[in-house]
T-cell receptor, first 117, second 115 residues
Framework: GAVVSQHPSWVICKSGTSVKIECRSL??????MFWYRQFPKQSLMLMAT?????????EQGVEKDKFLINHASLTLSTLTVTSAHPEDSSFYIC?????????????FGDGTRLSIL | AQSVAQPEDQVNVAEGNPLTVKCTYS??????LFWYVQYPNRGLQFLLK??????LVKGSYGFEAEFNKSQTSFHLKKPSALVSDSALYFC?????????????FGSGTRLSIRP
């Protein structure tokens, strides 16, 4: 149970294009989803928290106009990297939580490796 | 400031030997504690958590962790390591009563099990 599917796994695209990453909870309703960025050999950096039907909450230093997050349903959240540039290349991971409470584990997708040429 | 420390970047263990991956934390109150494992090019997988109760928590794949309040530690252990346990392990802490977004991840420890 508690499976999170993230798509695509790999993306290679030219600088200036926009890339959309999908995160789906397959067998549970995710009231809260999280988007992380992970640099090589480093821990996860929380980018934003999204709650179904409301605006995402971005962490300090994360550009909301650059990283558009939509959580339109209880099973789907999307992250769009707009006008991507090489410095946006990274491993992006989503996770989902059933209630958004701190005593519940997060369930992670397999990540998306984004490479901007 | 609240923090989680994983003092070892890498732990090397021979297959069949016991393993320990260390984690200490600095969080006010009684936090919730988690261990996750990450395989190459994959997301994190939940291993186990401590919320309350027995200090020894058992989780997936034969792993267990011991909560020590006085030492503010939550070390991950396994009695007999397998080569397939080789992966990146993250300790995480959430302040009690907070939202899940307040979870703090450690820097990760790479576990390498040699045959």
């Amino acid at each position: 149970g508690a499976v999170v599917s993230q798509h695509p796994s790999w993306v290679i695209c030219k600088s200036g294009t926009s890339v959309k990453i999908e995160c789906r909870s397959l067998d549970f309703q995710a009231t809260t989803m999280f988007w992380y960025r992970q640099f090589p050999k480093q821990s996860l950096m929380l980018m934003a928290t999204s709650n179904e039907g409301s605006k995402a909450t971005y962490e300090q230093g994360v550009e909301k106009d650059k990283f558009l997050i939509n959580h339109a349903s209880l099973t789907l959240s999307t992250l769009t990297v707009t006008s991507a540039h090489p410095e946006d290349s990274s491993f992006y991971i989503c996770s989902a939580s059933t209630g958004g409470l701190s005593n519940q584990p997060q369930h992670f997708g397999d990540g998306t490796r984004l490479s901007i040429l | 400031a609240q923090s989680v420390a994983q003092p070892e970047d890498q732990v090397n263990v021979a297959e069949g030997n016991p393993l320990t991956v260390k984690c200490t934390y600095s969080v006010s109150g009684n936090p919730y504690l988690f261990w996750y494992v990450q395989y190459p090019n994959r997301g994190l997988q939940f291993l186990l958590k401590y919320i309350t109760g027995d200090n020894l928590v058992k989780g997936s794949y034969g792993f267990e962790a011991e909560f020590n309040k006085s030492q503010t530690s939550f070390h991950l252990k396994k009695p007999s390591a397998l080569v397939s346990d080789s992966a990146l392990y993250f300790c995480a802490v959430s302040p009690q009563g907070s939202s899940a977004s307040k979870i703090i991840f450690g820097s990760g420890t790479r576990l390498s099990i040699r045959p």
